[in-house]
């Protein structure tokens, strides 16, 4: 998902439009999680950028998405763009695992 989303519009509720874009991203990374797995793939990750514009998105984390979003909220944005692109994820396994395992 490459998109950017207006936060106002005239004849719309902004707090309406905001829940509405909110759970169009939720939506979009539930059905990305649903996709079945290729072999050898543990699970699905998410690359993600999120700006004001496309010119000046940042990577950020997808728990962050949402928090950032009503950052620029609360500073007036009138717009935003986020990236959402799925990829493939391995599990690690951690140290103290090995170290129980032996």
């Known amino acids: 998902m490459k998109k950017t989303f207006p936060l106002k519009s005239e004849g719309k509720n902004p707090e309406r439009m ?26 699905w990750d998410f690359d993600c950028k999120f700006g004001s514009t496309e010119a000046n998105a940042q990577v950020a984390h997808l728990a962050e998405l949402i928090p950032l979003i009503d ?32």
């Open 18 to 43: 905001l829940e509405a874009t909110k759970h169009e991203i939720r939506k979009y990374i539930k059905r990305e999680r649903r996709r079945e797995l290729p072999e050898g793939v543990d699970f």
């Open 71 to 102: 950052a620029l909220v609360k500073s007036d944005g009138e717009q935003f763009y986020i990236e959402i692109l799925s990829k493939h994820g391995h599990r690690q396994v951690r140290a103290g695992a090995e170290a129980s395992a032996e």
